[in-house]
């Protein structure tokens, strides 16, 4: 009986840590799948794929097949995904120094560079073949396209040795309303080449605007970015005449794709806020006023993109 209990308690401080161990390790795994998952920046991401649909409702002029907009937009997904999580691996020394992006998987540990860098282009490589497969070769070629223009030319060069690195550097995160376009057409026209110029011009302010709230965590980086290099009173006028350019850009859009009433009244409207928000920057040069532009400029592409759904779909009757 003595010899029994002896054997059960070991057999039980055994099993506690060989749950414990496989606790562990099971942790470690979840902290791992998160990191991937935070390397793509999903939720920068969804902003891109809000691009994605609408455009493809235009191209289409009524709604595509869900499976086409599906393909498109897991493509999409791992395309931008792939993007981000290289510019997080490029960015990794520098990551940890600025307060917005001290968490990052990389600066924290829990992942390693080389993991980082293998899922990045592991998603990439499948991005293109997913959307070779299942769309068509032009929208592979664009995802793959911009994240080489991302990586290479804003994340590598202009990033660290340039002050128009976001102005030149938003070209990537245009490249989505192509990308819907080309999956339906399977080519290239003037509508989504307007709405390329569009996203392309609302892209400095947007980011400026962050940039502004986060100056002195650039400085500290030594990023030039646009307010760090020529104050914010300087910044702010930039962030008004590009607003007032996406303003014109998106009133330019209703005639070269035939829009509607609907799309072109809430154009007017939703611009000559934005136009207004970046004037109250220019005014007040603070960080309050910057952040209400930027929550605000998410907003505005959101109901902007809707509109254009939403006036295509009623004109089309569907």
Known sequence: ????????????????????????????????????????????????????????????????????????????????????????YIDRDIDHIMERTKNRPLVTGVLRPTEALVFAITIEILAFLWLWKTVNFLSAALAVGACLFYVFIYSLWLKRTSSSNIVIGGAAGAAPVLIGWSSVTNSLDWPPVVLFALIFLWTPPHFWAL????????????????????????????MVLYSLE?????????????MGVIYFCGALILGAFFVFLSLQVRRHQNERAAMRLFGYS????????????????????F
């Not at 914010?232 to 930039?238: A, C, E, I, M, R």
């Open 1 to 88: 009986m003595k010899f029994d209990l002896v054997w059960w308690c070991g057999f039980f401080r055994s099993s506690l840590g060989l749950v414990a161990v496989t606790s562990i390790q099971m942790s470690s795994l979840r902290e791992k799948l998160n990191g991937f998952i935070a390397l793509m920046k999903l939720r920068v991401v969804e902003l891109l794929l809000v691009t994605t649909v609408p455009t493809m409702i235009v191209a289409e002029k009524g709604f595509p097949s869900i499976s086409l907009i599906l393909a498109t937009l897991f493509g999409g997904t791992l395309a931008a995904g792939g993007s981000n999580a290289i510019n997080m």
């Open 211 to 238: 940039a502004i709230r986060y100056k002195e965590d650039y400085s500290s980086a030594r990023i030039p970015m646009l307010p760090v290099v020529s104050g914010t009173q300087f910044t702010g006028s930039k």
């Open 246 to 258: 996406v303003w014109a850009t998106s009133l330019l859009f209703a005639p070269v794709a035939g």
């Open 298 to 317: 998410i907003t505005y592409l959101t109901l902007l993109f809707l509109l254009i759904a939403i006036d295509e779909l009623v004109r089309s009757g």
